[in-house]
């Protein structure tokens, strides 16, 4: 397990850090517990010491690797350049070859696994999910119901093609929890893509992007399920990849990383990934045709996706977006850019320290009133859906995809309810 010549690499990662501390107010675990030890320095420090030989799997490194959010705050922070994500994936799989099981998760996190992969299962759960948040008591029975919408998203055509004379072509990636429970943020971002002169078409082979199975120590399956995305979108003559899931984009971004042992696949990982946007990038890009969007005079805050801020550094580009709808107050506030404590499957295996967390988001959010809160990735959609409900009494809000609320500002702007165009068309058609 610590052969010095196979993880000589990771303490080559950990050199670069300098334990400054500057990791410390961003990492979601330290300012839950105000621990060291649960902080992105001491997990650093711990790795190190393991492939040292230091330090023993039963030193506490499981806990500590297992509670880590990965929100990746402290690369953003770290004056360093420190990649935190290799050393805590490297650690991971040091402990599991030693036998650990403990990123293996609950018996829920096993089945979000096996549905992830499986689209037309998960979007039969995910209904069944939905009615049940309708019965009385229901998150006493399931302890998840409240992080689902009230409706799923309605389901949506394997591969709609837009045909459009001029405007760059975009493939467009559903996802698996986006597609699954989301679908109603896919068809807006689609249809509000179309609108600003974009061609979109969803390719018919993609699967999940792999992150929740690489996070949950799985490498060798998030390979096969990249390899398998990079397959079914590098034959198509798309100038972008786009998705509605800062997660998700971001996995997608780091094919490259991950497949970087792997000669066959590494030069196609590049060209991939290369081609991945978010769907607000392009919506502000210069490309784009521009829309105007007027609101109902509701009070907005945003909950920003970590891995759109922390790994593919855009941020700003919702921000953008919200600063554009008339009608509506934008209020931005301190820490929208900071984890709520979702973390992929985190808030199915340590309930308690993603409610703790979630809880001190919430705590920062209700002071502002909001009306609604704006999200951009499944994960927190669920976790501000749950904070919501835990602080009715202080937050009284609705959780919406960027992109739903974006196209009903679009709409709005242009008179009210618009006739659906040709991808809308497709889509009701085939749900009929």
């Known amino acids: 397990m610590r052969d010095p010549s196979r993880w000589r690499w990771v303490l080559k990662e950990t050199d670069h850090c300098n334990k400054c501390g500057f990791c410390l107010p961003v990492c979601p675990t330290y300012q839950l517990t105000g621990q060291e030890f649960h902080s992105p320095r001491g997990r650093i420090a711990m790795v190190e010491a393991a492939v040292r030989g230091e330090l023993t799997t039963s030193s506490g490194l499981e806990e500590t690797l297992s509670h880590c ?13 420190v990649h935190y994500e290799r050393i805590l994936e490297a650690g991971r799989n040091l402990l599991v070859e030693g036998g650990s099981a403990a990123f293996r998760g609950s018996l829920t996190a096993r089945s979000a696994l096996y549905l992830a992969t499986r689209k037309q299962t998960f979007r039969g759960f995910a209904r069944w999910g939905s009615l049940m948040r309708r019965v009385p008591l229901a998150d006493l029975i399931t302890g998840y119901a409240v992080m689902l919408p009230d409706s799923t998203g309605r389901r949506q ?41 974009y061609r979109v078409f969803r390719p018919q082979s993609e699967t999940c992007c792999g992150a929740i199975h690489l996070h949950s120590a799985e490498p060798e399956e998030a390979k ?104 509506d107050t934008f209020i931005p506030y301190a820490e929208q850019d900071l984890c709520c404590g979702s973390g992929g499957l985190y808030n199915i295996n340590h309930r308690d320290w993603a409610r703790g967390i979630l809880d001190h988001k919430m705590d920062k959010v209700a ?26 009494a202080a937050v009284r809000a609705t959780v919406e995809h960027l992109a739903t609320y974006l196209w009903r500002c679009h709409q709005n702007a242009l008179g009210g309810e618009q006739p659906p165009s040709r991808l809308g068309t497709e889509l009701e058609a085939e749900r009929q």
Not at 69 to 81: D, I, L, N, T
Not at 171 to 186: H, K, L, R, Y
Not at 306 to 321: A, I, S
């Open 157 to 197: 055509s394997r591969a709609p093609t837009i045909s459009s004379p001029t405007g760059p072509r975009v493939a467009f990636f559903s996802g698996c929890v986006m597609d699954a429970v989301f679908a109603d943020a896919n068809l807006a971002a689609q249809q509000l893509l179309t609108a600003a002169g």
């Open 69 to 81: 959010v990965g929100c990746r705050a402290c690369e953003r922070a770290c004056p360093s350049g």
């Open 224 to 327: 096969r399920l990249a390899r398998a995305n990079i397959a079914a979108f590098e034959s198509e003559a798309a100038d972008w990849i786009v998705n509605t899931a800062g997660g998700c984009g971001a996995m997608l971004q780091e094919y490259p990383e991950l497949l970087a042992d792997d000669a066959a696949w590494r030069e196609r990982a590049k060209r991939f990934s290369a081609r991945v946007r978010d769907f607000s990038t392009l919506l502000v890009g210069e490309a784009a045709r521009s829309l105007d969007y007027r609101g109902d005079g509701s009070r907005v805050v945003l909950q920003n996706s970590c891995h759109l801020v922390n790994v593919q550094g855009v941020g700003d580009h919702p921000v953008r977006l919200l600063r554009r709808v008339t009608g």
């Open 367 to 392: 002071p502002l009133e909001p009306t609604k809160i704006i999200v951009n990735n499944p994960g927190c959609h669920m976790q501000m859906l749950w904070g919501v409900e835990r602080h009715k």
